[in-house]
């Protein structure tokens, strides 16, 4: 494992052992993507989908941004991420409800 106070180490799915890591001082940062956000925005984008599927994307959609995946734009939706440093477990993952304090600090 990398020296966190000598190189910068991040991650970006929150599982349990990169917090651990995040709360040891092993990592810098670990990103948080909350799971509502994203499923709401999936369930609701696939049955809009499914339920006019002779229509483009592009007519059912709004909101949405275009990210090139290196061949075509493609409409994505940003949820928000919420950064995790050893500072902020408590308030972002604990208090979010993702992990309790026992599963990171082994409390």
């Known amino acids: ?15 349990l052992r990169n917090v651990r890591l ?6 810098n940062l670990e990103v948080w993507k909350k799971i509502e956000p994203l499923a709401d925005k999936a369930a609701a984008v696939a ?6 599927p002779d229509k ?12 090139n995946n290196g061949k ?3 409409p994505t939706f ?3 991420v919420v950064p995790v440093t050893k500072e902020t477990i ?3 993952v604990i208090a979010g409800g993702l992990y309790t304090r026992a599963q990171i600090y082994g409390e």
């Not at 049955?47 to 006019?52: D, E, G, P, R």
């Open 1 to 15: 494992m990398a020296d966190a106070s000598k190189i910068f180490v991040a991650g970006s799915d929150a599982d």
């Open 22 to 27: 995040v709360a040891e001082g092993k990592q």
């Open 47 to 52: 049955m809009l989908l499914a339920s006019n």
């Open 56 to 67: 483009p994307v592009k007519d059912l959609l709004q909101g949405y941004t275009l990210r």
């Open 72 to 74: 075509v734009d493609v």
């Open 78 to 80: 940003v949820t928000p």
């Open 90 to 92: 408590d308030s972002t």
